[in-house]
């Protein structure tokens, strides 16, 4: 795997965290009972915090590409800053780009690992959980690592910090889950699909799917960010995407999360579900040192409609002693 260059500031002038984000800042602290979300302020139009455009350039033109061969296939990914080594797991869907703005934000204070899973028949739930862990060990060296990972992602980073144990510094973890059962429809669905080919864009539906889910969160000011999603996300195959998803009912951490005792970090973000909500309930309960953060109107992609807010967060619990760049 390639060694990491020191990165060089490409753009001037990025807003500070208030002028992105409207002057609003994230819940710190304990979760917020039900009648103080209900007393939040209202949900403000928020500039784009970054042009990500450039930012996307910057990262493919600065960051370093890595691969490797593993028995579940061949994993590719970027590294880019320097610092405490952090590892990001993307979700079910859309590649490690999807947190180029997060990261860049990042890049000062972290050593920021990205991969994309490798695809085919071979990336088995056990063959890629051991990939997955031999990466993250390489990766971490002796100083350890931490971890980030958001829904499908946030099953595997639980899995590596349970195999790697110390080695493992902290964990952030969003939409993420101990066991997460499927329905007989799911599992069929999901058996059905892996067969299908082409991407997600060509399904019927998946657009509107998306734009119900998480249009509403994006910066209204930016709608070209909204398009570099549903473009980034939109090129997974629906093989792919059916295989991860049925992968989900292999996973089942419950008995052995007593024995994690890796500090984490549960994000709770406006526009979740009640099985989102669940899910973080039972990890809270079953974690022995776990703590929870709410992100205001951020929705489900937080690293994309408001990177500050989680880069900022994700700063603060990685590396608290760490001085935002100017």
């Known amino acids: 795997?390639?060694?990491?260059?020191?990165?060089?500031?490409?753009?001037?002038?990025?807003?500070?965290?208030?002028?992105?984000?409207?002057?609003?800042?994230?819940?710190?602290?304990?979760?917020?009972?039900?009648?103080?979300?209900?007393?939040?302020?209202?949900?403000?139009?928020?500039?784009?915090?970054?042009?990500?455009?450039?930012?996307?350039?910057?990262?493919?033109?600065?960051?370093?590409?890595?691969?490797?061969?593993?028995?579940?296939?061949?994993?590719?990914?970027?590294?880019?800053?320097?610092?405490?080594?952090?590892?990001?797991?993307?979700?079910?869907?859309?590649?490690?780009?999807?947190?180029?703005?997060?990261?860049?934000?990042?890049?000062?204070?972290?050593?920021?690992?990205?991969?994309?899973?490798?695809?085919?028949?071979?990336?088995?739930?056990?063959?890629?959980?051991?990939?997955?862990?031999?990466?993250?060990?390489?990766?971490?060296?002796?100083?350890?690592?931490?971890?980030?990972?958001?829904?499908?992602?946030?099953?595997?980073?639980l899995e590596t910090a349970l195999r790697l144990g110390s080695q493992v510094r902290s964990l952030t973890l969003h939409a993420a889950f101990a066991h997460l059962p499927l329905t007989v429809f799911e599992r069929a669905a999901a058996s059905v699909l892996r067969w299908m080919p082409g991407r997600v864009q060509s399904t019927p539906l998946w657009r509107g799917l998306q734009e119900r889910g998480h249009r509403l969160w994006f910066p209204p000011i930016d709608p070209t960010r909204w398009m570099f999603y549903l473009d980034n996300a939109g090129r997974t195959p629906v093989a792919e995407l059916a295989r991860r998803f049925g992968m989900l009912s292999r996973f089942d951490a419950r008995s052995r999360l007593d024995q994690l005792a890796t500090s984490t970090l549960l994000l709770q973000v406006e526009g979740e579900g009640e099985t989102q909500a669940r899910c973080r309930d039972e990890l809270t309960a079953l974690l022995p040192n776990v703590r929870t953060e709410f992100l205001h109107s951020t929705g489900l992609l937080a690293f994309l409609t408001h990177p500050h807010r989680l880069a900022k967060l994700i700063r603060e619990f990685v590396c608290p002693t760490a001085t935002i760049p100017s």
């Open 1 to 157: 795997m390639s060694s990491v260059p020191e990165s060089s500031e490409v753009l001037d002038g990025v807003p500070a965290e208030v002028e992105c984000c409207g002057g609003e800042s994230h819940y710190a602290g304990e979760l917020p009972e039900a009648n103080l979300l209900a007393g939040m302020p209202p949900r403000e139009g928020c500039p784009p915090p970054l042009l990500w455009p450039q930012v996307l350039a910057a990262f493919r033109e600065e960051s370093t590409a890595w691969h490797t061969a593993t028995s579940a296939g061949r994993i590719v990914g970027r590294v880019w800053g320097k610092g405490p080594t952090l590892v990001m797991f993307n979700g079910l869907g859309g590649s490690h780009e999807l947190f180029a703005l997060c990261v860049y934000l990042l890049k000062a204070n972290c050593r920021c690992v990205l991969l994309d899973y490798p695809t085919g028949r071979r990336a088995t739930w056990s063959h890629l959980t051991d990939a997955v862990a031999n990466v993250v060990q390489e990766f971490a060296g002796s100083e350890g690592c931490h971890l980030f990972g958001t829904s499908f992602g946030s099953a595997l980073a």
